[in-house]
């Protein structure tokens, strides 16, 4: 099985503060996932990467794919309060479906 | 557009009864997952079926587990005779593309069925 580890588990900041959470695996993945799940809801996939050493940016979130593609970093700049919510990493494995971490529970405080 | 849906949102049952909880996928997509998320953990994969075949069962926890794609949409999974360890949020989620092994193929996620056994 193809672990990811993710930390830290729980996050709690101000409005207004950087973050950054992390999903570490000892396996290749062929592309990792991040995605946040808000309470009562399913996971939203927010990105994919898939080349080692990719970054990319969506808004505020600032995703890295390892260059050996074994590990994977969210950054959050300026963190607002519609930022709250579990974000999980997911890589898919060498069956049909996807591995998740446990995930960072972020809380973003006004 | 329509989303996945699932029903019911929230189920009680006393231990030892069965259950059944229905994923409506995305119209058209041909993989349906369903995963098990406990309470502080990520979704753990159960069972993938593309169209109504169910090729990958490997992660039911039990053989009081049960899925079916019958006409390939709609899905159903039972679980008999329930313990309070079945208690979790059951997740399903659809995709446009057949699964392929260790390609990414993105899913959609339903909102869950949160089933608490007594």
């Known amino acids: 099985t193809q672990l990811l580890e993710q930390s830290p588990q729980f996050l709690s900041i101000q409005e207004g503060e950087n973050l950054t959470v992390y999903c570490n695996s000892s396996?290749?993945?062929?592309?990792l996932q991040w995605y946040r799940q808000e309470p009562g809801e399913g996971p939203v996939l927010l990105v994919t990467v898939v080349t080692g050493g990719e970054v990319k940016k969506l808004k505020r979130l600032t995703f890295q794919f390892g260059d050996a593609r074994k590990d994977s970093s969210l950054h959050i700049t300026a963190a607002q309060p519609g930022d709250t919510g579990l974000y999980l990493c997911a890589g898919p494995n060498s069956g049909y479906a996807l591995n998740f971490g446990k995930g960072t529970s972020l809380l973003v405080t006004p | 557009g329509a989303g996945v849906s699932q029903s019911p949102r929230y189920k009680v049952a006393k231990r030892g009864q069965d259950v059944a909880l229905r994923c409506d996928p995305i119209?058209?997509?041909?993989?349906l997952f369903w995963y098990q998320q406990a309470l502080g953990q990520g979704p753990e994969f159960l069972t993938y079926f593309q169209n109504e075949a169910q090729l990958d069962k490997s992660g039911l926890p039990s053989d009081r587990f049960f899925a079916e794609r019958p006409e390939g949409s709609v899905s159903t999974l039972k679980i008999q005779r329930t313990q309070q360890e079945d208690s979790a949020v059951y997740l399903c989620?659809?995709?446009?593309?057949?699964?392929?092994?260790?390609?990414?193929?993105?899913?959609?996620f339903g909102p869950g069925t949160r089933l608490t056994v007594l």
């Open positions: 989620a659809s995709s446009r593309l057949i699964a392929t092994g260790g390609a990414y193929n993105e899913q959609f």
């Open positions: 119209s058209g997509h041909v993989s």
């Open positions: 396996s290749v993945f062929s592309s």
